[in-house]
């Protein structure tokens, strides 16, 4: 490292740049002071194992001086020895050398950026702040104490431009820098007056809003903003389109020649119009002529569900409205005059009536099919409410009623003619009032049914009574000829079990009109229940599938890591290092029997090390096939031993080829013997023979030993063999270790 | 290569350079190609030894772990000499070894080597046979020593009796290296050497 670069930004730490330099410290803390010491520093204050001036001095307790770093170093990466007497030593025996220290900070250095420029010569301690611990030195030499770093203050010290552009420049040309040349310095635009980088000042020139520009189409000059604005509005010669272009005139012209081409071609723009406004008008009648049909089908099922049973059991009393007007008018002009002649006297009966019915009616409002007539009734009770009230009157004054029925006044009035134009509206809204009106009227039905009982409270007469018993017939009788579909309709939409027991709590079956909407809304609920469902389990389904491919990921490295291991196993079996190897061979028997059918029966042992930083080699055995050679008693078999070197790590500091002696032995395993029969052979390595030189495959090919080590049966006849296991000897002598 | 142990070779290089007392000892260190890991040492034959004389090359490899660890230097000039393998060069000495302190350096590692030149260790052998002639027959390992300084490490002494021998070999038809070794091994004993060529 050289301490003119490194030293001098981290000089400048403290100069408050925000400058980050621990690195910087933490690589020149390692080692000694490499600065040049003017005079040269006696050696006694060099450390002998970085050769430079010693930092943080320490000495052992044996007499030596190191760098801090340097000794810990050394007793950690070698062995706990004195680098320069090899005496025995431990952390505990090294202590800091504060005498060498002050001598060391006081002397004299030329300032590391003298290459650079700057003469200056000055004590060690005066070059930072802090790194030299000068506080110590100050403390000890009141000369230093208004000395300032000199680093902090030296002119060619290199330090970073403080704008962050990456620059390194020395201290004197920094403020030029920043002023003139770094590309992050701020400089206002002339247009718009922005503060931005210099460096960015040409990319902004090509975007700022307020650079003047010219029209690519007419010679008027503008800021950019207003470009935009211009060529939409105001260019007189920009293209643009007829605004009849979607109507069918395919015409663009520049916009000078636009109010022309509207004057001049108005026939033509009215004729596209035209054709426009027809073609919508015939969507809309397909778009009503489709409401239609569905008003049409509700209807239909509405007069389905009213059976015209209940029209005679309301025989002249009251026929049902909702299917027809005149249906509806008729029988209530009777209604009418029977009010006015007979109130008085069904009322005692009508009470109790009413009472009983009160629950139906109110329970029937919501239905489509009793809307229509409790609309009517209510409004009907009402009138001969007031007609009840104006009894008196009525007979005199018979023209209040109209009025009455109409508005609800209390003046009656020509019963007989008002009251069918009423009724008439009445039948006409039901008919032909879409269901989105139904809905209305259902709500205004409701209420009349409030103003209905209010009716009954204060007295109702027979009209009401009637009613009620339409009312009561009606239900019962729709409750029994629907019931069978209701039952059906409810199977099929089992989804709204609710929906059912409210049917059978309430008794009075709800007809298609109204379980439609219902239904929807049920099944809606259903359908968002179940999108809930598969969302969540959705969601699931992407929790497992990262899961699983976690675990993948897993499996994947975990089998690394088991071909590591083996790897590193099998490295670990070879670190015998002291050139003796013991080798088992499993399963003989099995191998000879291989080699009597004429298989070529090879057996390589793990690879050892002649010595810690010696040879790596195996050993091979071989059982030769009984028909090699020919010319042997059929069957002889052999046991051939041999040594392969292999491509060790330490071959390249190892001489070549191989020398030495190679000692192989069979081992005798009885154990009872004193004096085992050992079988053993040694070769001496000849340097010449390609098995000793440097293999250049992981194991070289050539081995060298001997072809016919022991006859198998000999091996057999012996104690060789213990568990049909041979034992192989093998130590390796060799000069180069 | 490790920075520490770059640094502290430049450091030495500058100090094998300019020392005077390098110079007079005949020491000299070179890079072989641009890193600091291979380097070429050279030492002269110590005076009053039988290796007076000689330059003999050395091969210097730096380990990354420098100077934490040893250098590790082999002779390239053949040599006969008991703690030197006359084969292969390599050295048997303590310092190469497990007595390396971190406070050694090329320079001391190279005077060590002159030191054990002139004081053989034939006790810690690194080559049996010649430990074995240094031994037995120390004017004929002497002899031999200075005979081969002359022949490899260009010393300045002919030894007539003994270059006639190799001539006598080679004109057998062996090769001059084989014949000196297989002499300088049995003692400069032509037949002996002859049959122990043979018999190789």
């Not at chain 1, 400048?12 to 330099?21: A, F, L, P, R, T």
């Not at chain 1, 059912?500 to 809304?521: C, E, H, K, N, Y």
Request: with cysteine.
């Amino acid at each position: 490292m050289s301490s003119g670069s490194l030293g001098a930004p981290s000089g400048d730490s403290n100069s408050g740049q925000g400058y980050s330099v621990a690195s910087f410290s933490q690589l020149q803390s390692i080692e000694g002071y490499e600065y040049e010491f003017d005079p040269p520093v006696d050696s006694r204050y060099e450390c002998p194992v970085c050769l430079l001036v010693l930092r943080e001095p320490s000495q052992t307790k044996c007499g030596h001086r190191f760098c801090r770093e340097c000794i810990l170093r050394t007793l950690k990466n070698s062995s706990s020895r004195c680098p320069i007497d090899n005496e025995p030593l431990t952390e505990a025996d090294i202590y800091p050398d504060n005498y060498a220290k002050r001598e060391i900070l006081n002397c004299t250095i030329k300032c590391p950026n003298r290459e650079a420029g700057c003469e200056k010569v000055f004590p060690l301690c005066e070059l930072k702040v802090g790194q030299f611990a000068t506080v110590f030195v100050v403390k000890s030499f009141t000369l230093v104490k208004n000395a300032v770093a000199h680093l902090q203050d030296c002119q060619f010290t290199l330090i970073p431009c403080p704008n962050k552009c990456g620059s390194i420049l020395p201290r004197r040309d920094i403020n030029k820098h920043v002023e003139k040349h770094c590309g992050l310095r701020i400089v206002m635009c002339t247009c718009c007056g922005a503060n931005i980088h210099a460096q960015l000042a040409q990319e902004h020139i090509i975007v700022c809003p307020k650079v003047p520009v010219k029209c690519e189409h007419c010679p008027q000059e503008m800021t950019r903003d207003m470009l935009n604005h211009h060529l939409q509005t105001a260019c007189e010669n920009v293209t643009v389109l007829c605004p009849f272009y979607p109507l069918g005139c395919g015409s663009s012209l520049k916009r000078r020649n636009e109010n022309k081409h509207l004057m001049e071609d108005g026939p033509n723009h009215l004729r596209q119009l035209c054709g426009a406004v027809t073609h919508i008008l015939a969507q809309m009648n397909v778009h009503k002529q489709y409401l239609e049909q569905i008003v049409e089908n509700s209807d239909l099922s509405r007069r389905e569900s009213l059976p015209s049973r209940q029209q005679q059991d309301s025989g002249a009393c009251l026929t049902h409205t909702t299917s027809t007007v005149s249906g509806l008018s008729s029988p209530l002009n009777q209604v009418v005059n029977n009010d006015n002649n007979n109130s008085r006297r069904i009322e005692p009966q009508s009470q109790p009536a009413i009472r009983g019915q009160h629950p139906v009616s109110h329970f029937g409002l919501p239905h489509n099919d009793n809307m229509a007539p409790s609309k009517s009734i209510s409004q009907l009770s009402k009138s001969s409410q007031n007609h009840q009230r104006k009894t008196g009157q009525n007979t005199r004054h018979p023209s209040s009623l109209p009025s009455c029925a109409a508005n609800t006044t209390k003046q009656v009035r020509k019963p007989e003619a008002s009251s069918l134009p009423f009724l008439d509206n009445v039948g006409h809204g039901n008919v032909e009032e879409p269901p989105v009106k139904g809905s209305n009227l259902s709500t205004q039905s409701h209420q009349l049914a409030v103003d209905n009982s209010v009716a009954e409270a204060t007295g109702v007469d027979i009209l009401a009574a009637t009613v009620a018993g339409l009312n009561l017939q009606s239900s019962s009788s729709s409750a029994k000829s629907k019931d069978a579909a209701l039952q059906e309709e409810t199977k099929a939409q089992e989804l709204s079990p609710s929906y059912q027991s409210a049917t059978r709590t309430q008794g009075s079956p709800p007809d298609a009109v109204t379980t439609i909407p219902l239904v929807f809304t049920m099944m809606e609920q259903v359908t968002a229940t179940f999108n809930q469902k598969l969302e969540a389990q959705d969601k699931e389904i992407a929790e497992l599938k990262s899961t699983v491919s976690n675990l993948k990921k897993q499996n994947v490295e975990l089998s690394q890591n088991v071909v590591e291991l083996q790897a590193l196993v099998a490295n670990g079996l070879s670190k015998s290092y002291n050139g003796k190897f013991y080798w088992t061979i499993q399963g003989f028997r099995g191998h000879k029997q291989r080699a009597l059918k004429g298989e070529l029966v090879t057996l390589h042992s793990h690879p050892f090390y002649t010595s810690m930083w010696g040879y790596k080699m195996c050993l091979r055995a071989n059982i030769t096939s009984p028909q090699i050679k020919p010319d042997r008693a059929p069957g002889q078999q052999f046991l051939s031993l041999f040594v392969h070197v292999m491509q060790g790590d330490n071959d390249p500091i190892l001489p070549w080829p191989f020398t030495g002696k190679i000692m192989l032995a069979l081992l005798d395993q009885n154990k009872n013997e004193t004096r085992p029969n050992h079988v053993q052979e040694t070769l001496e390595a000849k340097p010449n023979l390609a098995a000793f030189q440097r293999p250049v495959q992981p194991r070289n090919q050539k081995g060298f030993g001997f072809l016919e080590f022991m006859p198998v049966t000999t091996i057999e006849a012996g104690t060789y063999l213990a568990n049909d296991c041979l034992l192989v000897y093998a130590q390796v002598l060799s000069p180069a270790g | 290569m490790a920075n520490i142990a770059e640094q502290r070779i430049k450091r030495e290089f500058k100090e094998v350079v300019r020392s005077d007392e390098v110079a007079a000892c005949n020491i000299k260190v070179e890079l072989v190609n641009d890193t600091v890991t291979e380097l070429r040492g050279e030492i002269g034959g110590p005076p009053d030894t039988a290796y007076e004389g000689g330059k003999f090359k050395l091969e210097i490899n730096i380990p990354e772990t420098y100077p934490f660890n040893p250098p590790q230097v082999k002779f390239v000039t053949k040599i006969w000499h008991p703690n030197i393998s006359s084969v292969t060069g390599a050295i048997c000495l303590d310092i190469l070894k497990d007595q390396w302190a971190a406070a050694m350096t090329l320079r001391t590692v190279l005077l060590s080597l002159q030191a054990l030149l002139a004081a053989a260790e034939p006790d810690d052998p690194q080559d049996a046979v010649v430990a074995q002639q240094y031994k037995d027959n120390n004017d004929i390992f002497q002899r031999t020593a200075r005979h081969w300084t002359t022949a490899y490490a260009q010393g300045p002494t002919k030894d007539k009796e003994l270059e006639d021998k190799i001539g006598n070999m080679k004109s057998m038809g062996f090769d001059e290296h084989k014949a000196r070794v297989a002499l300088s091994t049995k003692d400069w004993d032509v037949t002996k050497a002859a049959e122990y060529l043979i018999g190789q």
